[in-house]
């Protein structure tokens, strides 16, 4: 079956523009992740959802960053007024239960 | 607070050459580790995990692991290198008493050179 989908793969903005990026788990996948890859680091916790509700945003940086699971499978991260420091991979993965987590082939933001 | 090291940067190994990709942790619960491979302008593709059970693990493409508590590691290892193998590394852990999020080290490039 399919893996994870991202879209888009790559965005570029302009400082203080709001963008949205967009995740399609494996079907069936009741669990759902954000994380966010900075250039020569690991991933980094962004937001859990099980199910629609977050289960857990701890990782959020700040209030500019939001993300929604509306019907419990396509995921969507939204940024608002976006900062040069938020160029990264924004990484989207999904599980089965408590089980080892797949990733998508993530979306690269860069905002100049 | 959990976390992970992966020490270096960097492993060069020869083609048909055993390699070690080392990897340590923190928890204060019981750990879950994962091992996680990325080729370029790829996403992680999941190798192999511990949960419970058996110290060795066996994974995808011929890895293993091995954890041991005592030193609170999970190395990577592999009895023969291939040259395909070259790719960034990461290690990651996941506190069962923490909830879901994966705590990753800051990957290790590994490079084979036939």
């Known amino acids: 079956g399919a893996g994870v989908s991202q879209t888009p793969s790559n965005k570029v903005t302009e400082k203080g523009k709001y963008v949205e990026l967009r995740c399609d788990p494996i079907?069936?996948?009741?669990?759902l992740y954000w994380y966010r890859q900075s250039l020569g680091q690991g991933p980094e916790f962004l937001i859990y959802?099980?199910?629609?509700?977050?289960?857990?945003d701890s990782g959020l940086p700040n209030d500019r960053f939001f993300a929604v699971r509306p019907e419990g499978s396509v995921s969507t991260l939204k940024i608002q007024r976006t900062e040069r420091g938020d160029s990264a991979v924004y990484l989207c993965?999904?599980?089965?239960?408590?089980?080892?987590?797949?990733f998508g082939p993530g979306t690269r933001l860069t905002v100049l | 607070a959990q976390s992970v090291a992966q020490p270096e940067d960097q492993v060069n190994v020869a083609e048909g050459n055993p390699l070690t990709v080392k990897c340590t942790y923190s928890?204060?619960?019981?750990?879950?580790l994962f091992w996680y491979v990325q080729y370029p302008n790829r996403g992680l593709q999941f190798l192999l995990k511990?949960?419970?059970?058996?110290?060795l693990v066996k994974g995808s493409y011929g890895f293993e692991a091995e954890f041991n508590k005592s030193q609170t590691s999970f190395h990577l290892k592999k009895p023969s290198a291939l040259v395909s193998d070259s790719a960034l590394y990461f290690c990651?852990?996941?506190?069962?008493?923490?909830?879901?999020?994966?705590?990753f080290g800051g990957g290790t490039r590994l490079m084979v050179k036939p």
């Open positions: 993965a999904s599980s089965l239960g408590l089980d080892e987590q797949f």
């Open positions: 079907s069936g996948h009741t669990a």
């Open positions: 959802f099980q199910g629609t509700g977050a289960a857990d």
């Open positions: 928890v204060s619960g019981n750990p879950y």
């Open positions: 511990y949960i419970t059970g058996d110290n």
């Open positions: 990651a852990v996941r506190d069962y008493n923490a909830g879901n999020m994966l705590t």
